[in-house]
């Protein structure tokens, strides 16, 4: 066919389009996510409470229209189709967010365009996993090398963020953003392959067995869900923790946020190329084990010096997991790469849900310092659950090409 045959002809080009557009639509989130609970609180004039409950619905929203877009894609659209949807949702969402500090404005039309621009990494994800599939790539590797661009993006974006925000005001960084979401879309315009979802023939199809049934899948969820609450918590609370007992030290938490991404890239780059030897489970309890320590550090740091020391750990953790999470759920939902990424991406959409609701409430009540304590507590649960998950024989060591 004519369009397998553009698949060999421009494998590498095809393949560095996933990789960009991966980076470009990073960045933009990048640049939103660390900063939105300062906007709401600083701009916006709300409190705890409403920055909590705009995390939870914005949430809410997002996982309702990823899996509905995922169901979409597996059965009969073009993902690179949706991808450009989501890309013109996300100028929308940057829009409405620089050029209106009304709660309610926000809350009701930015929550909308949002939710729908928040399919777009996902979608990319499985893209790329039917992409190499079909062209006989090392699927592990290139998983690990497109998720280190959202920690190459992260590196990049909250420093770069906080500055624009401090010197230029928020609406030159969403206006920053929106320009993002541009060039995304003209990559993903021009460079990434119109390829439909390639369904199992009725055949060979092996019965799929209903994810609300699948042990292994629902405690990978569970697991996830508990690391990325605890992580949120920490992301959405550390700005103002940190402008509260170091005020002075303005740019601190976009530095903290960036080194901790920077230590990701290599931690998922090698996280990958050790799947095959050591497979997906003892990586992430590995991964889970550098979390239990990180939050132990933040619950009794006490220095600057300590906290730029934990980001190890922080980065150990968080990129190993995302880097091996995504590709576990695919392992685990063979023939279902849609909703097996989109389900791994509503797994940190439901940590958000969760953890805009106990931080806006723990920190108000109890203080910052238990935010870490409660999130110490889910990363321990999380690895519990890690260990008792018993993954079948064939995908416990994958395949290296």
Not at 313 to 334: E, H, K, R, T, W
Request: aromatic share 10%; glycine share 6%; proline share 4%.
């Amino acid at each position: 066919m004519k369009t397998s045959q553009s698949f060999q002809q421009q494998p590498i080009l095809i393949l560095c389009s996933f990789l960009l557009g991966a980076f470009i639509i990073g960045i933009a989130g990048a640049l939103q996510s660390p900063t939105l609970s300062l906007y709401l609180s600083e701009e916006v004039k709300v409190n705890e409470y409403l920055i909590g409950l705009f995390y939870s619905v914005n949430a809410i929203a997002g996982i309702a229209v990823s899996f509905l877009l995922a169901q979409y894609s597996d059965k009969k659209g073009i993902r690179r189709n949706i991808i450009l949807f989501c890309c013109l949702m996300g100028i929308g969402n940057c829009i409405t967010f620089a050029f209106s500090r009304q709660y309610w404005m926000l809350f009701s039309v930015g929550i909308f365009f949002s939710a729908l621009s928040s399919a777009a990494m996902p979608q990319i994800f499985a893209a790329s996993r039917e992409y190499t599939d079909r062209t006989g790539g090392n699927v592990v590797v290139f998983n690990g090398i497109l998720r280190a661009q959202l920690s190459l993006a992260w590196v990049i974006g909250p420093p770069l963020s906080f500055t624009l925000a401090v010197k230029y005001g928020f609406t030159s960084m969403y206006s920053s953003a929106a320009a993002m979401y541009l060039v995304a879309l003209l990559i993903v315009l021009v460079f990434f392959p119109a390829m439909r979802h390639k369904r199992i023939s009725i055949e060979t199809e092996q019965p799929s067995e209903p994810i609300i049934t699948n042990k292994n899948v629902l405690m990978l969820f569970l697991a996830s869900i508990f690391m990325g609450t605890a992580n949120m918590m920490y992301l959405i609370d550390m700005p103002l923790y940190l402008k509260e007992v170091l005020p002075t030290a303005d740019y601190l938490a976009g530095r903290l946020m960036g080194l901790a991404a920077a230590i990701e890239i290599p931690a998922m780059l090698i996280a990958s190329m050790l799947v095959p030897r050591f497979g997906n489970k003892n990586l992430i309890c590995f991964a889970v084990i550098c979390g239990i320590l990180f939050f132990i550090g933040m619950v009794t740091c006490q220095s600057t010096q300590m906290l730029y020391l934990l980001q190890l750990l922080n980065g150990l953790f968080i990129g190993i997991v995302a880097s091996i999470g995504m590709l576990y759920f695919q392992d685990l939902l063979p023939g279902r790469t849609g909703i097996a990424s989109t389900l791994f991406n509503n797994c940190i959409s439901c940590s958000i849900i969760i953890a805009g609701m106990l931080q806006g409430v723990v920190s108000a009540k109890l203080g910052h310092q238990a935010i870490y304590a409660i999130s110490l507590v889910m990363v321990c649960l999380s690895f519990i659950l890690c260990l008792i998950i018993q993954p079948p024989q064939s995908i416990k060591k994958p395949p290296t090409s």
